[in-house]
């Protein structure tokens, strides 16, 4: 059935205590056959999976699997950066307020939030919120991604946006707020993994990537 098929790629699965021994065997899942991977929410299990496989391999993070939508795979990496940047905002709520962060700054650069019928100076707190929350919504909208498993025009034309959006939110963190951004980035590996998404799938210009060292 299978025998033309190269071997799937094996991800190991987080065990939890208590596994029996037998059951060991079952934690390594392969996602790579194509009827698995077009089912809905396979996408992001996988890459839900090979993050935790190897949280510090940016560029296997953001490799297309095996027989793989690259336009799906996208989509889910953006939805990932989402979630995982609400830990960031946890992690700046106690130093950047509109005391500190009046404006929302990037190194010189300062934005406006465009969540909003007019785009208006929002503090970088808040600016970093509704930043997310509006990915996020936009993601979720289903007049622009009515599937999950296939992506139109309209739906790809967001991605270079969102990702730009979401860029500023680790700009300020590492411009304005280093020890937390270092912190943040030892633990999980998120801005490497952005980096090495955007320049994959050339979402923005590289002369807008405003952090130069890492
Ligand atoms: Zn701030
Ligand atoms: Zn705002």
Known sequence: ?????????????????GTRYEDLYKSYVTYASPDAIEAPFMYQEYLQQLIRASPADPEALVAVPPNGDPLVWQYEHLRQFCLELTGLVVALHDECSDQSCPEMKANEWQYLCAAHPTPKNCCAFDYIVH????????LNNPKFFPSRVSMGTPAVQQFGNIARRLYRVFAHAYFHHRAVFDRYEAAGHLYARFVAFILKFDLMDKDTILIKEQ
């Open 1 to 17: 059935m299978e025998q033309m098929t190269a071997a799937p790629p094996r991800i190991p699965q987080r065990k939890n205590p």
């Open 131 to 138: 930043t997310i929350d509006g990915a996020c919504g936009l």
